[in-house]
């Protein structure tokens, strides 16, 4: 399930809850309005997976439909934040 555009902010990062090579994090760098079509948008840089060392600019969303949970770097490996089971859910840290 995708993540509500409302909850996207600044500063944080996401993962499209992939497995594999598709697995990605992205950190928002900004949200802004478009002048042109006066759509919101995000600025995104990619912290790992197929999304490492890149940058981009997409409607906030196109970001909220790919962007699964919020994550948070925990030492070596990306844990998803808010969730509650017993053991959290721990991604490798890919470089």
Known sequence: MPIRPDTIQTGKCYSNGAYGRTWGVRQVLELSLDDASGEETVAFKGLAGTCR?????????????????????????????GFFDDEPETLPAQS
Do not use: P
């Open 53 to 81: 060392r890149k940058t981009g600019l997409c409607t906030l969303a196109e970001f909220a439909r790919w962007a699964k949970y919020e994550v948070q770097l925990n030492e070596t490996s990306w844990q998803r934040v």
